[in-house]
């Protein structure tokens, strides 16, 4: 027989092969709305992510207020809804007043969170004026380390006052005459680790929170506050029981608990990298157990939801202490594989879409972020193009389907199906969308789609990340290397479902429509 006919032979042969794993989609198991704040991102005041980033005065990149316009072109596509600052860490130590008023009488103050000099030339009225330009929702989080309950205070009525008041005719003075309606607000950040200024324990942050939000809201009673949830997931520390404290004590007045992970592959194993998603859900099905015993048997009305407001890829940009750390900048190379990672985050985030209704990237320009500058210009990381496509679910029903795939041991956490999978729904225009990672290095794993209720049209959507050098990454002038590809494919539907090939360590949507 021929080379030729050999080679055909075999392709015909591994298409005929039955499907390996299976997703099976009810429009009738629904989880929860996809909330457009889930598609949120962080700005701190550390390295070049406010200042080279999305602030340079004097750029010829940059309007008559001092904002990159390439940047804020690049934040639009990217599809952000909400935006947090001015930290993290440097919030524990920021005073918002030495941020307000004419720039060059603003004081130049040391950031003893990172290690640099911060000259308060971007503030409070720069950050919200920078959020109406781009159409995002600002969200502000207060200093619960150095900083006091009045402060936080004052700071509710200097963005959100009417009437005629000190701190809203401040603000008018300073230029702005209608409040800015400031809706979220955070109780702190990461206020159980001792790497932070003013650490406390959860007893002391407890106390502190509780009078802030009662202040708080005396100044605004609209406003919607995240109580700092434990980040602190290094060995010995109780994570679970510093939450516990912290719904028991706060329940009635907060309307979130925050919580943060950042992942790597110091290991260089792809598989066990991409099988965190195991670790991710456990921390929101945890926290959301917490949640419910909280609330059990209260008389509490406020309901209590999981603000994800820091998440990404982080561990290259790092130093021995949080001084060596701030000297790296934090400008983290993205590559293909972290692309990837992006898709296993938003997959968790939707499988629990009835509880996470926030979560902020961290960051937004130069900072471990999918947008990289210099003074000439812009490039755009791997990890861009996942987040700007989940995007266009919000709005979104999450799903509950049924996935079986091959399974791999994924070191301490046993064994994990290859497949990672969520699935949307749009009842509008009767569009179902499923995000499949396939986390295998080398297996491409064919699967049969089917659906339960309505009948599949004949013609898909697909977008899909794939690339055959992990490792692939952007630079300047060179960032077309890892992009995504679309395309239109008819279906060769079999009982209201089709069988599909997903490549080896890939990142696929697929978008379907049912028939009226």
């Not at 979220?184 to 650490?199: A, R, V």
């Not at 942050?205 to 700092?228: C, G, N, P, Q």
């Not at 434990?230 to 907060?254: H, K, T």
């Not at 979560?359 to 500058?373: E, G, H, R, S, W």
């Amino acid at each position: 027989m021929k080379p030729l006919s050999i080679l055909l032979l075999a392709a015909c042969a591994l298409l005929a092969q039955p499907p390996q794993a299976r997703i099976k989609i009810d429009t009738d198991r629904r989880i929860g709305e996809i909330h457009p704040h889930i598609f949120g991102n962080f700005a701190e005041h550390l390295g070049r992510c406010i200042y080279g980033g999305i602030y340079e005065e004097g750029s010829p990149l940059s309007d008559e207020k001092g904002y990159r316009k390439d940047v804020m072109e690049a934040v639009r596509g990217l599809g952000v809804t909400i935006l947090r600052w001015p930290g993290g860490n440097f919030a524990s130590g920021y005073n918002w007043k030495d941020g307000i008023g004419p720039k060059d009488q603003r004081p130049a103050r040391p950031d003893h969170a990172w290690g640099d000099i911060d000259s308060n030339r971007f503030g409070t009225d720069e950050f919200l004026q920078y959020c109406e330009r781009i159409g995002v929702e600002p969200y502000i989080c207060i200093n619960a380390g150095l900083g006091s309950i009045n402060e936080a205070r004052e700071w509710v009525e200097y963005t959100n006052e009417s009437r005629q008041t000190y701190w809203a005719d401040l603000r008018r003075k300073n230029g702005r005459d209608k409040p800015y309606n400031v809706k979220y607000w955070s109780l702190g950040n990461e206020i159980d680790g001792p790497w932070q200024l003013g650490h406390k324990n959860a007893e002391d942050y407890t106390k502190f929170a509780l009078e802030a939000a009662k202040a708080m809201r005396r100044a605004d009673a609209s406003i919607k506050l995240v109580a700092a949830g434990s980040s602190n997931f290094g060995p010995g520390a109780d994570w679970i029981a510093w939450n516990r404290v912290v719904l028991e004590r706060l329940r009635g007045e907060i309307d979130y608990i925050s919580l943060h992970t950042y992942i790597g592959n110091r290991e260089n194993n792809f598989e066990n990298f991409l099988a965190a998603s195991a670790d991710i859900d456990q921390r929101i099905e945890i926290t959301e157990g917490l949640i419910r015993a909280a609330l059990a048997g209260r008389r509490v009305t406020r309901p209590i939801y999981i603000a994800f407001d820091e998440w990404n890829v982080w561990y290259r940009a790092r130093g021995g202490s949080e001084f060596d750390t701030g000297a790296t900048r934090l400008e983290e190379k993205y590559n293909f594989e972290d692309a990837l990672a992006m898709g296993m985050f938003f997959n968790s985030f939707f499988r629990h879409a009835h509880i996470v209704k926030m979560a902020n990237l961290a960051q937004l320009v130069n900072v471990i972020a999918p947008i990289f500058t210099n003074k000439q210009g812009l490039f755009l990381q791997p990890i861009y193009f996942p987040i700007a496509e989940y995007g266009k679910q919000k709005g979104n029903v999450a799903l509950e389907a049924l996935v079986e795939s091959p399974k791999y041991k994924a070191g301490y956490r046993g064994e994990l199906g290859y497949l990672d999978a969520s699935v949307t729904w749009n009842a509008k225009a009767r569009a179902l969308y499923v995000n499949v990672l396939n986390r295998s290095a080398s297996q491409d794993i064919t699967t049969r789609i089917e659906s339960v209720e309505g009948r599949l049209a004949p013609l898909a959507e697909f977008w899909q990340m794939y690339h055959e050098d992990l490792k692939a990454a952007h630079t300047f002038g060179d960032d077309r290397r890892v992009r995504p590809r679309t395309w239109k494919e008819p279906l060769k539907l079999d009982r209201n479902g089709f069988v599909y090939r997903f490549p080896k360590h890939s990142l696929t949507i697929v978008k379907l429509a049912l028939e009226p």
